[in-house]
């Protein structure tokens, strides 16, 4: 089952998949250990939501409120249930509060909302509330049952809405896609606004020439296994997977903008540690071509046949593709444009370790393409 949470105040959005029945899901702010950690109110000391979802009786339910053995670990001051909030679930066109304590049956199609939690001097209260969002406003309004008929317009209202997916959204999400972003995505970058993209693109040299159990059993599993391992120890970066390889387009103002280069660099350390192995195996050895571009693009969000998610366009990553297919190199060496050698080829660090080699290619569009191959130094 899954399920999808947004956020009614900054519209962050995640996805949480039930799949271990052994195991308490856990919602909430604030606390170490939540499978979904939902976003900091506007006031922190004025709001707490809370709740987890475990496998009972045969069905997946929601409790309001996170189990008891949970509560105690906590230092905030504000707690359930005494704190004063509502779970609601909507099915069938109608809401229902969540009584403390007592769990409901989660069913595809169910809408469930966390509306808000106040606990504060009345001056406090209000002066949150005259500053809160509608759907806040209209949530807080709505505690009770839902009572305030003069805010029907809003009955929508909501601080935390969680979806659960029914069996043919399951399906859109799940299908396989090329394009993967990391969890922790920052939510300053929004879609319809361009970025600094440190752009690596990255294909196994060779890969159509060999049969197709060495690509499938081998080369591909290895590449993917490499990428997986150090894409660990980043965040903001869009992955596009194409077959026998890929581009990676590392977003925003970062402190060394020459992430995709070092990024590179480990890349070919764990793939000649790989090869060792091969070689011991009596496995076939792979090389991978490698291009790094900089500059800004659009971050765009997109719809695939019924597959949302999020991509680059703009001359960084086209330029990058160009240089992957017409550019020449040989094996380990780094294709560089020519934005990047102006930006870093000065350094020190790839003065010392690189030899630097100017190249120009017209491409299938007749455009000339100037760049740089960078072949590092032996012995370095």
């Known amino acids: 089952?899954?399920?999808?949470?947004?956020?009614?105040?900054?519209?962050?959005?995640?996805?949480?998949?039930?799949?271990?029945?052994?195991?308490?899901?856990?919602?909430?702010?604030?606390?170490?250990?939540?499978?979904?950690?939902?976003?900091?109110?506007?006031?922190?000391?004025?709001?707490?939501i809370q709740a987890h979802i475990k496998w009972e009786k045969n069905a997946w339910r929601i409790f309001d409120g996170l189990p008891p053995e949970n509560i105690l670990k906590q230092t905030t001051k504000i707690q359930k249930p005494n704190s004063f909030a509502g779970t609601f679930i909507k099915r069938g066109g109608e809401f229902r509060l969540l009584?403390?304590?007592?769990?409901?049956?989660?069913?595809?199609?169910?809408?469930?909302?966390?509306?808000?939690?106040?606990?504060?001097?009345?001056?406090?209260?209000?002066?949150?509330?005259?500053?809160?969002?509608?759907?806040?406003?209209?949530?807080?309004?709505?505690?009770d049952g839902f009572a305030f008929p003069e805010d029907v317009e809003y009955y929508e209202g909501f601080k935390y809405k969680v979806h659960v997916l029914s069996e043919q959204e399951q399906v859109s999400k799940t299908k396989t896609s090329n394009i993967f972003i990391p969890l922790n995505f920052s939510k300053i970058l929004e879609p319809g606004k361009e970025y600094y993209n440190s752009c690596l693109g990255i294909?196994?040299?060779?890969?159509?020439?060999?049969?197709?159990?060495?690509?499938?059993?081998?080369?591909i599993p290895q590449f993917n296994s490499i990428l997986n391992k150090l894409l660990s120890n980043y965040n903001d970066y869009i992955l596009i997977l194409l077959g026998d390889g890929a581009y990676i387009c590392f977003l925003g103002d970062r402190d060394e903008q020459d992430i995709n280069f070092q990024f590179t660099l480990k890349f070919l350390d764990e793939m000649k540690k790989i090869n060792l192995e091969n070689s011991k195996k009596k496995l076939p050895q792979w090389?991978?071509?490698?291009?790094?571009?900089?500059?800004?693009?659009?971050?765009?969000?997109?719809?695939?046949?019924?597959?949302?998610?999020?991509?680059?366009?703009?001359?960084?990553?086209?330029?990058?593709?160009?240089?992957?297919?017409?550019?020449?190199?040989?094996?380990?060496?780094?294709?560089?444009s020519i934005i990047f050698h102006q930006n870093f080829g000065n350094k020190k660090f790839y003065k010392t370790n690189f030899l630097q080699m100017p190249l120009d290619v017209i491409d299938s569009h007749g455009v000339r393409h100037f760049y740089y191959v960078y072949k590092k130094i032996k012995n370095v």
Do not use: H
């Open 203 to 219: 294909d196994i040299r060779g890969s159509t020439e060999a049969d197709l159990e060495t690509q499938r059993d081998c080369w």
């Open 287 to 336: 090389s991978v071509r490698t291009a790094v571009n900089n500059g800004k693009d659009l971050l765009a969000e997109v719809n695939i046949a019924g597959q949302k998610s999020l991509n680059v366009y703009g001359n960084t990553i086209t330029t990058t593709a160009r240089l992957m297919s017409f550019a020449k190199s040989e094996k380990d060496d780094i294709i560089c």
């Open 1 to 48: 089952m899954i399920l999808e949470f947004y956020c009614g105040v900054c519209g962050k959005k995640e996805i949480l998949e039930l799949k271990d029945k052994n195991k308490i899901y856990l919602i909430g702010r604030d606390f170490e250990g939540l499978d979904i950690k939902l976003c900091p109110d506007e006031k922190s000391t004025l709001s707490r």
């Open 99 to 143: 009584p403390y304590g007592t769990g409901e049956e989660i069913r595809p199609d169910d809408n469930i909302y966390f509306v808000l939690t106040v606990k504060a001097p009345k001056t406090i209260m209000e002066k949150w509330i005259k500053q809160a969002s509608i759907d806040a406003q209209a949530a807080f309004y709505k505690y």
